[in-house]
């Protein structure tokens, strides 16, 4: 089946920084997902986004299927963004990734 | 309904008993989905529903796992005769259409076998 990976595997930042995260995936896809994982964990999706660049607030995402990754672009982070980020790709069932384990400091 | 529910959202369970976890997918939705997320690991497939047919159960760890979606609504996943390692998350998601469609999530149900 299909490989997905994250990078990194976990980041740590300012409160007010940017930061960029990473995931590859080994196959084509007809499905991408980025999910937030909140304390309670809830998986709450942020963008569904097989291709092309997508932008909601402080969040965007893009993914280039030709290259298989795509990028979650997070801007002036505030510590509520703090939690687990994962990546989903599919061509049949939804692979996750192992996460991506966020830590914003005030 | 307006989300994904499922219950019961915490059992403990003695090492050899049945459970049964529950899923109510959002109203209209075809596609339904499980998922175990073990502690500090991303969630993995169990198995996938089309309406009431059980179209891929390629991810269920054994013969002691067993899911139904009857009436094409509800979902029950069960397990029985619980072992230790069965201890994770079970989350259930739905999607409208295909199960390459966005999948929506529910809170998780979270088994503690003892």
């Known amino acids: 089946g299909i490989q997905v990976e994250q990078s990194p595997p976990d980041l740590i930042l300012q409160e007010g920084a940017n930061s960029t995260l990473r995931c590859n995936f080994s196959?084509?896809?007809?499905?991408l997902q980025w999910f937030h994982q909140n304390p309670w964990g809830q998986l709450i999706n942020l963008f569904y986004?097989?291709?092309g660049t997508k932008q909601n607030g402080r969040l965007s995402a893009t993914t280039v299927a030709t290259e298989r990754y795509s990028l979650l672009y997070i801007s002036s982070s505030q510590t509520t963004d703090s939690g687990v980020y994962f990546c989903?790709?599919?061509?049949?069932?939804?692979?996750f990734g192992s996460g991506t384990q966020l830590t914003v400091l005030p | 309904g307006a989300g994904v529910s499922q219950s019961p959202r915490y059992k403990v369970a003695k090492r050899g008993q049945d459970v049964a976890l529950r899923c109510d997918p959002i109203?209209?939705?075809?596609?339904l989905f499980w998922y175990q997320q073990a502690l500090g690991q991303g969630p993995e497939f169990l198995t996938y529903?089309?309406?009431?047919?059980?179209?891929?159960k390629s991810g269920l760890p054994s013969d002691r796992f067993f899911a139904e979606r009857p009436e094409g609504s509800v979902s029950t996943l069960k397990i029985q005769r619980t072992q230790q390692e069965d201890s994770a998350v079970y989350l259930c998601?739905?999607?409208?259409?295909?199960?390459?469609?966005?999948?929506?999530f529910g809170e998780g149900s979270r088994l503690t076998v003892l």
């Open positions: 998601a739905s999607s409208l259409g295909s199960a390459t469609g966005e999948l929506f």
């Open positions: 196959d084509s896809v007809n499905n």
């Open positions: 986004i097989p291709s």
């Open positions: 989903a790709a599919s061509a049949r069932q939804l692979t």
């Open positions: 109203s209209g939705h075809v596609s």
């Open positions: 529903f089309q309406n009431e047919a059980q179209l891929d």
